[in-house]
């Protein structure tokens, strides 16, 4: 099973441990590709903090984070779900997991990065800010930047198993699944039972708290039918709904009666 999740707006400071090592990094193939973004960042952080913070699309009150891109290549560097912070990294508590569990995560979640591509949870990186809906004068959209290398590198990382996809639609554009890894696909909604209306803040958390029961259960779906049963028994209230034809994901609605 692949789990690809979202990453936070937010993230924890770096550590004081050693910079980042590009070749411990997991997907070597995307270091061309990272190397490039990571290049502009640092250069257009260091030139220009005001042109700096209308590309990020950042505040006034975070201008703090274009000095942390300045810092990127020399910041100490931490485990990638240690840097994540956020409602669904809150709910999924990699910390707290048992020893089998987080062995599980390693292999299994893959967070997705405007400037990294996608990491593994074990990866470690510094503290950054560069969300994938960022256009960079140089490169341009960080979207079209990443589809090429994603395309080549992700079909072979999705295996013959299952493929989780709970990312956010501007990450999700990066890479979507085609042909057979497609069929094997599902995609996650949180709707208010009640209403049946899609929640917004309560749907971070609920996708964190799916991934976690599925860590502590060893839950191994291989394909989009066996989860849904796999999360039933997890006591998630699901309706699924299998795709029209071959080549599409399945779509699941995992019903809540909480929205806050």
């Known amino acids: 099973m692949l789990v690809l999740l979202p990453p936070s707006e937010g993230k924890a400071s770096s550590g004081r441990g050693a910079p980042l090592k590009w ?5 070597p193939e995307l270091s061309p ?43 100490g560097a931490r485990p990638a779900g240690e840097i994540y912070t956020g409602v669904l990294y809150d709910a999924l508590d990699l910390a707290s997991l048992d020893a089998t569990a987080k062995r599980r995560a390693g292999r299994a979640l893959l967070v997705f990065s405007g400037l990294w591509g996608a990491v593994r949870v074990t990866d470690r990186i510094p503290s950054y800010r560069c969300s994938m809906g960022v256009k960079l004068p140089g490169l341009g959209a960080l979207t079209g930047h990443w589809r090429a ?11 013959g198993g299952l493929v989780l996809d709970l990312r956010s639609s501007a990450y999700a554009t990066a890479w979507k699944p085609k042909g057979e890894v497609a069929d094997r696909t599902a995609t996650v909604r949180v709707l208010h039972a009640p209403t049946r209306k899609v929640v917004s803040h309560f749907n971070k958390a609920t996708k964190g708290r799916i991934v976690r029961s599925l860590l502590l259960a060893g839950a191994a779906p291989r394909r989009p039918a066996e989860l849904v049963e796999a999360l039933r028994d997890l006591g998630y209230e699901v309706e699924a709904q299998a795709p029209a034809k071959a080549g599409q994901a399945w779509s699941l609605d995992v019903l809540v009666d909480e929205i806050h």
Do not use: W
Not at 23 to 27: A, D, I, P, Q
Not at 39 to 68: M, N, P
């Open 23 to 27: 070749e411990s990094l997991s997907l």
């Open 149 to 159: 290398p994603m395309a080549e590198a992700l079909p072979e990382l999705a295996g």
């Open 33 to 75: 590709a990272r190397e490039a973004v990571l290049e502009e960042l640092v250069e257009l952080c260091a030139a220009d903090e005001e042109k700096a913070r209308a590309v990020l699309g950042l505040t006034e009150g975070l201008r703090g984070e274009i000095a942390k891109n300045v810092e990127l290549r020399t910041a």
